[in-house]
């Protein structure tokens, strides 16, 4: 069942500034979705109408079915943690998570409970006495993540909450975070500019720019079959070229005709989307694109080879090293090619 369901939101601030645009979305009850996008794409903006920091100009935010879009934070079952954990560095742990519910007013046998279920749920349990100061970066997120759940929310929002994070601290951090949405079973939406994190991590992924929702699916989906050229160049490494098509399955690029497996009239002009880990790397006889190896970087699991073809310039990951200014054949199997058609 749905949780929550945004539609047509648009968000346009004081100054005429059209920050998100038509959005629409749903969120399954359970489900781990990501919004991924380029700063300033207005995914911050998203996850405060949800939260209820803003209201949003147009549309419908519906929780459970209803209408919740005028309600205050405090009045959603809704709790976001953010980038800067925000913890007050002058108490200790258990008056960092108890905040909230002092205010609410809760006995002092209820709030102890509830901050020892809360820090098992993290993993830290009998660090109540511990000072903010005393923990390292990564035990400080996951109190933040404590203090928000303590609240028992339905629904998590997580804002590119590892961002001050070291990388293997990052990484640490995603399996933690994704093993504790499997275990506590709420529903995460979470908010990153980093297309690793969100493929590691996601049920779903939103890929959003300059206020707009470009593609909404699974991490194999956005990855394997981008739908337009954006998706395609912001998720992973890609080769994107223009090319022709020549027949009903078969396409022109990079000089070469090649067969493919999406079925687009002849005559178009696509727009061609390659992984650098679709390209094989061949003898100059034996490959469809031939051209020159410009170079050759290791990257530890494979080499990055960049081989000029014409004016085409592709990038290739190959386990076989390959000498700079050598020639090279490249081929790529039908169902490495994507293609894309422009608007
Ligand atoms: P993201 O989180 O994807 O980096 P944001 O949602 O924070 O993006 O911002 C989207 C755009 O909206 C940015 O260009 C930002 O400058 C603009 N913006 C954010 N808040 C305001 C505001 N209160 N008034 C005007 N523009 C804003
Ligand atoms: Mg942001």
Same mark, same amino acid.
């Given at each position: 069942?749905?949780?929550?369901?945004?539609?047509?939101?648009?968000?346009?601030?004081?100054?005429?500034?059209?920050?998100?645009?038509?959005?629409?979305?749903?969120?399954?009850?359970?489900?781990?979705?990501?919004?991924?996008?380029?700063?300033?794409?207005?995914?911050?903006?998203?996850?405060?109408?949800?939260?209820?920091?803003?209201?949003?100009?147009?549309?419908?935010?519906?929780?459970?079915?209803?209408?919740?879009?005028?309600?205050?934070?405090?009045?959603?079952?809704?709790?976001?943690?953010?980038?800067?954990?925000?913890?007050?560095?002058?108490?200790?742990?258990?008056?960092?998570?108890?905040?909230?519910?002092?205010?609410?007013?809760?006995?002092?046998?209820?709030?102890?409970?509830?901050?020892?279920?809360?820090?098992?749920?993290?993993?830290?349990?009998?660090?109540?006495?511990?000072?903010?100061?005393?923990?390292?970066?990564?035990?400080?997120?996951?109190?933040?993540?404590?203090?928000?759940?303590?609240?028992?929310?339905?629904?998590?929002?997580?804002?590119?909450?590892?961002?001050?994070?070291?990388?293997?601290?990052?990484?640490?951090?995603?399996?933690?975070?994704?093993?504790?949405?499997?275990?506590?079973?709420?529903?995460?939406?979470?908010?990153?500019?980093?297309?690793?994190?969100?493929?590691?991590?996601?049920?779903?992924?939103?890929?959003?720019?300059?206020?707009?929702?470009?593609?909404?699916?699974?991490?194999?989906?956005?990855?394997?079959?981008?739908?337009?050229?954006?998706?395609?160049?912001?998720?992973?490494?890609?080769?994107?070229? /223009?090319?022709?098509? /020549?027949?009903?399955?078969?396409?022109?690029?990079?000089?070469?005709?090649?067969?493919?497996?999406?079925?687009?009239?002849?005559?178009?002009?696509?727009?061609?989307?390659?992984?650098?880990?679709?390209?094989?790397? /061949?003898?100059?006889?034996?490959?469809?694109? /031939?051209?020159?190896?410009?170079?050759?970087?290791?990257?530890?699991?494979?080499?990055?080879?960049?081989v000029e073809s014409g004016k085409n310039e592709i990038v290739i990951q190959s386990t076989k090293t390959a000498a700079v200014g050598s020639q090279v054949g490249l081929n790529v199997e039908p169902d490495g090619i994507h293609i894309m058609i422009p608007e």
């Amino acid at each position: 069942t749905n949780i929550i369901e945004l539609k047509h939101i648009t968000k346009t601030f004081e100054d005429g500034f059209v920050a998100v645009e038509d959005f629409n979305l749903t969120v399954k009850r359970g489900e781990f979705v990501t919004f991924l996008g380029p700063s300033g794409c207005g995914k911050t903006t998203t996850l405060r109408m949800i939260a209820g920091f803003e209201i949003p100009t147009e549309g419908e935010i519906l929780l459970d079915g209803k209408e919740i879009g005028n309600l205050p934070p405090n009045k959603r079952p809704i709790n976001t943690v953010f980038q800067r954990y925000a913890l007050f560095p002058h108490l200790n742990i258990f008056d960092n998570i108890a905040f909230g519910l002092k205010l609410k007013k809760l006995s002092k046998d209820e709030i102890k409970r509830k901050v020892k279920k809360v820090l098992e749920m993290v993993d830290l349990e009998g660090f109540e006495t511990r000072k903010v100061a005393t923990l390292s970066g990564g035990q400080q997120q996951r109190i933040a993540i404590a203090r928000a759940l303590v609240n028992e929310p339905q629904i998590l929002l997580l804002d590119e909450p590892l961002g001050a994070l070291d990388l293997k601290m990052r990484k640490e951090m995603q399996l933690e975070l994704k093993s504790m949405h499997e275990r506590l079973g709420i529903t995460f939406i979470y908010v990153t500019h980093d297309q690793e994190e969100a493929l590691t991590m996601s049920d779903k992924i939103v890929v959003m720019s300059e206020g707009r929702m470009q593609q909404i699916g699974t991490p194999e989906d956005i990855y394997n079959e981008p739908k337009n050229a954006f998706v395609a160049d912001f998720i992973g490494e890609s080769n994107i070229f /223009t090319g022709i098509m /020549t027949d009903k399955l078969k396409v022109r690029f990079c000089g070469a005709e090649f067969a493919c497996v999406d079925d687009v009239e002849h005559g178009r002009l696509v727009e061609v989307v390659v992984r650098p880990e679709d390209v094989e790397i /061949t003898t100059p006889e034996n490959g469809a694109i /031939t051209g020159t190896v410009t170079s050759v970087v290791f990257k530890g699991v494979h080499y990055e080879i960049t081989v000029e073809s014409g004016k085409n310039e592709i990038v290739i990951q190959s386990t076989k090293t390959a000498a700079v200014g050598s020639q090279v054949g490249l081929n790529v199997e039908p169902d490495g090619i994507h293609i894309m058609i422009p608007e």
